[in-house]
């Protein structure tokens, strides 16, 4: 029993070191190149067996990172400029009105988004896992805004986030600091209370990341999302 025990959280643990490993490789190839893995090629790479590169890849696909096509390996789809423009659009429209409806009213947001901070900080070094703290942070508002269908549109949204962000933080020396000081403002200003200074705040994060992936920031108007001004939606 311990035997079975000890091989199943070995190959859990293999396949974790094997996803985050493909997550790191994914995040460096050409954005709008389409790419193919081999479970041989990544098994050599990663220094593991082909099982944990099977269960990782599957759970890639799952994810929307990668297409297994039978008998050639998994497909790494290029993401084109408009979809970037697409998705980060819908972005700036749900986050504009998620932030708007919890500044003056959510009791301890700050405080929740100041410890993701913290914690984003200290995972500078890994990308995969900042990434991953970078989309709670980012969660974290949508969800205490209180709308479920909002949430869960923006939660469908996640696949495609995943490799945009790991490709935007590969590809900028200082996109890190960057991103940290960029949540610290919007902590700040939903702490102040004042929901036009928050989602000027969340604008401006997203506008950065647009020019970070060298895409033009896309304007839309903040009535579509209750406000009263221009937003950046990235």
């Known amino acids: 029993m311990r035997n079975e025990q000890g091989s199943e959280e070995r190959r859990g643990s293999a396949q974790d070191v094997t996803y985050r490993w493909l997550k790191g ?7 709008q ?3 193919f893995l081999t479970e041989v090629g990544v098994a050599e790479a990663a220094g593991t067996s082909r099982t ?22 998994a497909f ?6 408009s979809e970037v423009q697409a998705v980060m659009q819908a972005r700036g429209l749900v986050e504009d009105w998620c932030v708007r409806q919890v500044t003056p009213i ?60 790991l490709h935007a933080v590969a590809s900028a020396e200082d996109r890190v600091r960057t991103v940290l000081d960029e949540h610290a403002a919007i902590v700040s200003a939903i702490r102040s209370g004042e929901a036009e ?13 647009l020019a970070t992936l060298n895409l033009p ?18």
């Open 33 to 35: 190149e389409g790419s």
């Open 197 to 209: 200074r928050a989602a000027h705040a969340v604008s401006a994060h997203l506008a950065s990341t």
């Open 76 to 81: 790494v789809p290029p993401i084109s400029d």
């Open 106 to 165: 959510v009791e301890g947001l700050a405080e929740d988004l100041d410890r993701l901070v913290t914690e984003q900080e200290d995972l500078s070094e890994d990308p995969v896992a900042f990434i991953d703290c970078d989309r709670a942070f980012h969660r974290t508002i949508v969800r205490r805004a209180g709308n479920q269908v909002l949430a869960d549109f923006y939660e469908s949204l996640r696949e495609r986030q995943v490799r945009m962000g």
């Open 217 to 234: 920031a896309i304007v839309d108007w903040g009535s579509h999302a209750g406000g009263s001004g221009p937003v950046v939606a990235s």
């Open 25 to 31: 490789h994914i995040a460096g190839l050409p954005r």
């Open 52 to 73: 944990p590169v099977r269960e990782a890849l599957l759970r890639l696909q799952a994810e929307g990172v990668v297409q297994i096509v039978p008998k050639k390996g």
